[in-house]
């Protein structure tokens, strides 16, 4: 009789694609056995390489590095709801579009990659920076899940530098799990990881491999600490940030939307007049000094004079100034234009007062006055530059960190060298917007989830995040561990958490005193689901072993619906709902693109209900049907039958 297809337990095989791939754009150069390389090179023509000579990064190791990024695995990640959290903060509830993944990093972007395939906007990843006290990874071939387990007993291990493999070592680690992320990218995706001075030319070679040398896009020396370790001669305090991007098409400063419009600039305002930013100030020490300049402005009751000085203003009235001085970037008529017509701000604070000016991203503005159009509107938006000295400034050091571990947490010392906040919501900020999926598989104290809620609750968005850790035990003695915290994922959780409960409590006083006007603030999602590194809730039988019920003891019906999700690439956030047809009690997943039927008592009728709702796919627990094969035959022809019906193909599988 004719069987229904199994379901493939793998994870996507990225050679196959490749392949595949490749196949599309010169199959001439397959033949029975594989590929042709000899015909490849003809057809490659002269971009072959004939010499013995080249420039290449390579180190022993790498050609396991290079295989680990290639291997599928038949892991899973099973859904703990207990740890999890809604998107409105209530706890042990799983409705949230956040993601936190308990395991290996190898193993957990390896099984992203059918349902997160050029899915993800935005990567930060902070990883070990082998100074030979901190761990680093040590992948194996064999069980992943077994290995997984091991490396968790092992964190607390250190990669000497006194080992003949210190540096190998480090770049077998990371190779493959930048060659994964890369996959995992949007075409316009980007991804930022942060290195000191012991890992970045290693890093740097790496990924000019693997993204591409045209795909990097900067490297920013940032401030980790003022002082230094002052104990050395020579104070070590700051390292870098490198910028990089999956295609030469990357998406920074995503613009703004305002009907229907893209507005390039992420720090503008908004009035009836449409979008603006505001200018430098309007007094400066000019090149070339010019009394027509130089005179005294009045706005909201105070007078201001160029550099802000009225006794200097005096001397240079008199003729005692400079070649180049303080004066007015505008002329008087100018600005009494402007001021009338609004397009000038005071700001106070600082030193004294500062005068700004409005220029406004739409072309349309028309008003009174000659030379509107020419002071005030800036007719083709463009995108700002981003300094590569962005971040040598304080307030994204890791002085600065502990501010946002104090906004959640009355413990100190609970994290050592955790980012600020600060730093990846200014990533964040300018890499994504409205819905994008922010990615950070080194999460550790879980900084990259904070700096989500924050960004969210700012600009009104709604990033979501994915954050994968090993749980990491914490030594005894360590503060976390006299805080009651065995591990660094339940630390990281907890972060979480807290974090949302800060912003909830930020929304709420909000709204207790709206401004006239305004809409009452919107409460983001500061919720997220937790999901754990498992080995398949599926038995494999051996050895012409005959089992009925693949399901492995403990596995639950959601254990088992996440696994064919992940398999048949359905991102983990979709809805799951329970159903019923004809009687028969099933899974909904992703509003009905999926049937799963778990348990026995599914009849013809329930099937042929199920046919009627046309899903795209529909798995059916091997062991619901027992010993009925006619029941089986039936299923074959029930959607047979409901494809030829509506010609609408209906994947059918089973384990």
């Known amino acids: 009789m004719s069987e229904i297809v199994k379901m493939d337990l793998d994870s996507e095989n990225l050679v196959a694609d490749r392949l595949q791939q490749l196949r599309e754009l010169v199959p001439e150069a ?35 590095a290079i295989r ?39 193993e957990a972007l390896k099984l992203l990659q059918r349902a997160y395939h050029g899915k993800v906007k935005f990567i930060y990843i902070d990883p070990p920076y082998n100074t030979g006290k901190d761990f680093v990874y040590k992948d ?22 006194t080992s003949g493999h210190y540096h190998s070592n480090w770049c077998t680690m990371i190779y493959p799990r930048l060659k994964l992320a890369r996959e995992l990218l949007s075409d316009n995706g ?15 070679a790496i990924m000019r491999e693997v993204f591409g040398e045209s795909n990097l896009i900067a490297t920013f020396p940032r401030v980790t600490k003022k002082a230094g370790k002052s104990s050395e001669a020579v104070a070590q305090n700051h390292d870098y940030l490198i910028l990089a991007s999956k295609t030469d098409k990357p998406l920074l400063f995503p613009p703004l939307q305002v009907g229907g419009t893209d507005y390039p600039y992420r720090d503008e305002y908004f009035e009836e007049r449409g979008p603006y930013k505001l200018n430098q100030c309007l007094d400066y020490d000019s090149l070339q000094y010019s009394s027509a300049l130089d005179y005294p402005i009045s706005i909201e009751g105070q007078t201001l004079y160029p550099g802000g000085d009225y006794s200097a203003y005096q001397a240079r009235q008199a003729g005692d100034h400079a070649r180049a001085d303080w004066a007015w970037r505008w002329s008087k008529e100018k600005y009494e234009f402007g001021l009338a017509q609004g397009f000038v701000v005071l700001k106070q604070g600082g030193e004294r007062p500062r005068i700004y000016t409005k220029t406004y991203l739409n072309a349309s503005i028309e008003e009174s006055g000659s030379g509107t159009k020419d002071y005030f509107v800036q007719i083709a938006p463009r995108t700002k530059p981003l300094s590569t000295l962005e971040y040598i400034k304080n307030q994204y050091s890791n002085d600065n960190a502990n501010k946002g571990l104090a906004s959640v947490f009355v413990e100190k010392g609970l994290f050592d060298y955790s980012k600020p906040v600060s730093l990846i919501q200014s990533l964040i900020s300018f890499c994504t917007q409205k819905q994008d999926l922010v990615l950070d598989f080194f999460s550790g104290s879980a900084t990259t989830a904070q700096a989500v809620f924050e960004q969210n609750l700012e600009d009104s968005d709604a990033r979501r995040f994915c954050l994968v850790q090993l749980p990491e035990p ?28 800060k912003i909830a409590e930020e929304v709420s006083e909000a709204n207790k005193q709206p401004k006239i006007g305004e809409e009452p603030k ?52 979709y809805p799951i709902e329970k159903v019923e047809f004809a009687g028969y009690g099933c899974y909904s997943v992703a509003a009905g693109d999926l049937v799963c039927c778990m348990e026995p008592g599914l009849t ?47 994947e059918l599988r089973t384990v």
């Open 30 to 64: 397959f033949e029975e056995g594989g590929i042709d390389f000899d015909k490849l090179r003809l057809l490659l023509g002269d971009e072959v390489d004939e010499g013995d000579e080249r420039y290449a990064f390579t180190w022993p190791g790498k050609a396991d």
């Open 68 to 106: 680990q990024s290639q291997t599928s695995t038949t892991a899973t990640l099973r859904p703990v709801v207990e740890k999890s959290r809604s998107r409105d903060g209530e706890d042990s509830s799983f409705d949230s579009d956040n993601i936190y993944i308990e395991g290996d990093n190898l």
């Open 140 to 161: 194996s071939f064999s069980n992943s899940v077994k290995n997984y387990v091991e490396q968790t007993k092992q964190t607390g291990q250190s990669n000497p530098e």
């Open 190 to 204: 980007l991804i930022a990881v942060s290195i000191d001075d012991n890992e970045l030319s290693d890093l740097l």
């Open 474 to 501: 914490f030594t005894k003695g360590s503060v976390a561990k006299r805080n009651g915290y065995n591990e660094l994922c339940q630390l990281g959780e907890e972060r979480i958490r807290r974090a949302g409960n």
């Open 522 to 573: 919107k409460l983001p999602d500061i919720g997220f689901r937790v999901f754990e590194l498992d080995e398949s809730g599926i038995a494999r039988p051996e050895g012409g072993q005959m089992l009925i019920n693949l399901r492995k003891d403990g596995r639950s019906d959601l254990d088992i619906i996440f696994e064919v999700m992940l398999k048949w690439g359905y991102e983990l956030t």
């Open 604 to 650: 013809v009728d329930a099937l042929e209900a199920i046919a009627a709702e046309q899903p795209r796919r529909v798995f059916i627990m091997d062991s619901v049907f027992g010993h009925d094969d006619s029941l089986k035959l039936d299923a074959l022809a029930i959607f047979k039958h409901a494809e030829e019906k509506t010609q609408q193909k209906i």
